[in-house]
């Protein structure tokens, strides 16, 4: 809010990026209320619970900055985090993962699990910040949709988002975790082909719709695996490893899609991002197999 250089709002912008780390205590903290067996449970709670402030803070940060000026966004953002921070004060760790701190060396932390399930949340954030944080806007604006509809068709698929992360407790019930990452990403591959062949909202909103519940599962999902392949003891690093290896899909969704883009065609990113929710697929299905595999054996 005070920044005046581009300097300055450079400094602003990564400590922000800094506190976003809060994420991975946060949802560590919160799974360990549930027992063991209820990964899926709790990671799809704190999944859904962040997906509604995502929603809710965008919806109504855009009323407030048009109707009071962007400062306002700045200073009731401020206000929010004092009282999440002062909420966290009176968070308590249950007794059972109370325990003296041990030095663990990366190398017993990072197996070929844990790198499985980054590369399977790097493609899948790949996808997501070259589409529907990147140029699905952009591609909309080429078939003539206008910025109000724009904000339904993103509003939509993170709804979307949200009721998919719900979502995971009853699909793992009907399905084992390597049949709901087949299927999962099934439907954000097929989504994402068809997006780029359609011109019309009337088919371009569900598509999005359906594969932002496509991600909203993934998300929770991936979550889940991180924690039932670690312990209490190193599950923090076990969390803030995945989550800062999937954010190396965050930076080449832009980046590559922007290239491709350039150089082919705006339609030409879904295809690429659909071949990237490929390997993610293939990927995945190895690494839910052996995780399940372990249980049954445990």
């Given at each position: 809010m005070f920044s005046s250089t581009g300097i300055t709002l450079f400094l602003s912008r990564t400590l922000t990026g800094l506190a976003a780390a809060g994420w991975v205590p946060i949802s560590v903290l919160y799974s360990s209320y549930f027992k063991d067996d209820n990964a899926d449970r709790s990671m799809s709670q704190a999944v859904m619970i962040n997906s509604i402030g995502l929603l809710s803070s965008t919806y109504f940060g855009g009323l407030i900055a048009e109707n009071y000026g962007i400062d306002t966004v700045f200073i009731i953002s401020a206000i929010f985090g004092v009282i999440s921070g002062v909420c966290m004060l009176f968070s308590q760790e249950p007794h059972q993962i109370n325990v003296k701190p041990q030095k663990i060396s990366l190398k017993k932390?990072?197996?070929?699990?844990?790198?499985?399930?980054?590369?399977?949340?790097?493609?899948?954030?790949?996808?997501?910040?070259?589409?529907?944080?990147?140029?699905?806007?952009?591609?909309?604006?080429?078939?003539?949709?206008?910025?109000?509809?724009?904000?339904?068709?993103?509003?939509?698929?993170?709804?979307?988002?949200?009721?998919?992360?719900?979502?995971?407790?009853?699909?793992?019930?009907?399905?084992?975790?390597?049949?709901?990452?087949?299927?999962?990403?099934?439907?954000?591959?097929?989504?994402?082909?068809?997006?780029?062949?359609?011109?019309?909202?009337?088919?371009?909103?569900?598509?999005?719709?359906?594969?932002?519940?496509?991600?909203?599962?993934?998300?929770?999902?991936?979550?889940?695996?991180?924690?039932?392949?670690?312990?209490?003891?190193?599950?923090?690093?076990?969390?803030?490893?995945?989550?800062?290896?999937?954010?190396?899909?965050?930076?080449?969704?832009?980046?590559?899609?922007?290239?491709?883009?350039?150089?082919?065609?705006?339609e030409s990113i879904f295809y690429f991002a659909a071949l990237i929710c490929f390997i993610g697929m293939i990927i995945g299905m190895f690494i839910t197999d052996t995780l399940e595999i372990n249980e049954i054996r445990n």
């Open positions: 932390i990072i197996n070929k699990r844990l790198l499985g399930i980054c590369a399977t949340g790097s493609c899948l954030f790949y996808l997501t910040f070259s589409t529907i944080y990147g140029f699905i806007p952009i591609y909309l604006t080429n078939i003539g949709a206008s910025e109000t509809m724009i904000g339904v068709t993103i509003s939509l698929s993170l709804t979307a988002s949200l009721i998919g992360a719900g979502s995971l407790p009853k699909i793992n019930q009907l399905m084992n975790n390597r049949k709901a990452i087949l299927f999962t990403w099934i439907l954000m591959i097929t989504t994402t082909i068809f997006t780029p062949i359609f011109h019309t909202l009337i088919i371009i909103i569900p598509l999005q719709f359906i594969g932002g519940f496509g991600r909203g599962i993934m998300t929770a999902l991936l979550m889940s695996l991180v924690i039932k392949q670690s312990n209490y003891q190193n599950r923090s690093t076990s969390m803030g490893i995945y989550q800062s290896l999937y954010s190396v899909g965050m930076f080449l969704g832009p980046f590559v899609s922007g290239i491709i883009a350039g150089m082919i065609g705006v």
